[in-house]
């Protein structure tokens, strides 16, 4: 689904991405980890098209995106969640989707895009809250909400980067959960993660990063297992 070959990317002195190459397999739930610094969310603003790489070929779906604009890869099927989450505060969740569906895809006829709101709005269980303004949600339901607006552009491949970020260990279980759903939904999801928890449940693979290369990847006992991985997590 989408095939990474040879990912360069220098700030400055800094090469935050040292030759990545990694493949993405339809149906898988990958992991990408590694300390703070390692370049994963580098990677994924590489992936989504945010920033631009100095060297290297990304291909989603047999077709080549290293340089098309963000907007070409939503449209051609490769949505991404943010950590930050960023609704429009007043207006109520149903309407945020609404916005989500009709702009994440072109001249999306307005029938479309509200089949398409309330399929995800039952996938990502927020049907009880859809009048409530997005302004006045917990956290829990502002991660809901942040995957359902992905999921709006009708993404075949999701990128998600520590969306789990300040949830309670119960709610990020509830937060796993939705994202197998979305998974057996038919979506394939590539996600960053630092709660080891978190990847050990979701992680059908894990690949790992240190100074901008990838140093490991396999199942998660087998990377949590490498001392070249241990190290990398020790020495910062
Ligand atoms: P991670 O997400 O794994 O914590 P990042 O991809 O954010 O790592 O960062 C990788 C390296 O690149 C770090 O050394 C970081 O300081 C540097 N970096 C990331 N983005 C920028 C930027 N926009 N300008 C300069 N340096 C950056
Ligand atoms: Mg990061």
């Given at each position: 689904m989408l095939s990474v070959q040879g990912l360069c990317k220098r700030f400055g002195g800094v090469?935050?991405?040292?030759?990545v190459s990694l493949q993405v397999a339809p149906g898988e739930i990958l992991a990408v980890i590694g300390p703070n610094g390692a370049g994963k969310s580098t990677l994924l603003n590489l992936l989504s098209g945010l920033l631009r790489p100095d060297e290297g070929r990304i291909e989603f779906l047999g077709q080549?995106?290293?340089?098309?604009?963000p907007e070409v890869r939503t449209w051609k099927g490769l949505g991404r969640a943010f950590q930050i989450v960023q609704p429009f505060p007043e207006m109520s969740v149903w309407e945020n989707l609404l916005v989500g569906a009709l702009y994440g895809?072109?001249?999306?006829?307005r029938k479309v895009a509200e089949r398409v709101v309330a399929e995800v709005i039952e996938l990502t269980g927020l049907a009880p809250k859809a009048q409530t303004p997005a302004g006045e949600l917990t956290l829990l339901e502002d991660k809901r909400l942040e995957l359902a607006r992905a999921l709006c552009t009708q993404p075949r491949l999701l990128l998600l980067d520590e969306v789990m970020a300040g949830l309670r260990p119960s709610e990020a279980l509830e937060a796993v959960a939705l994202v197998r759903r979305i998974r057996d939904s038919g979506v394939t999801v590539l996600f960053i993660e630092h709660l080891m928890p978190v990847v050990r449940a979701l992680a059908d693979r894990v690949v790992v990063m240190d100074y901008g290369r990838v140093i490991a990847e396999g199942p998660y006992d087998a990377v949590a297992a490498n001392p070249k991985v241990r190290e990398a997590y020790l020495g910062r």
């Open positions: 090469t935050a991405a040292n030759e080549e995106i290293t340089h098309a604009p895809k072109p001249s999306t006829p």
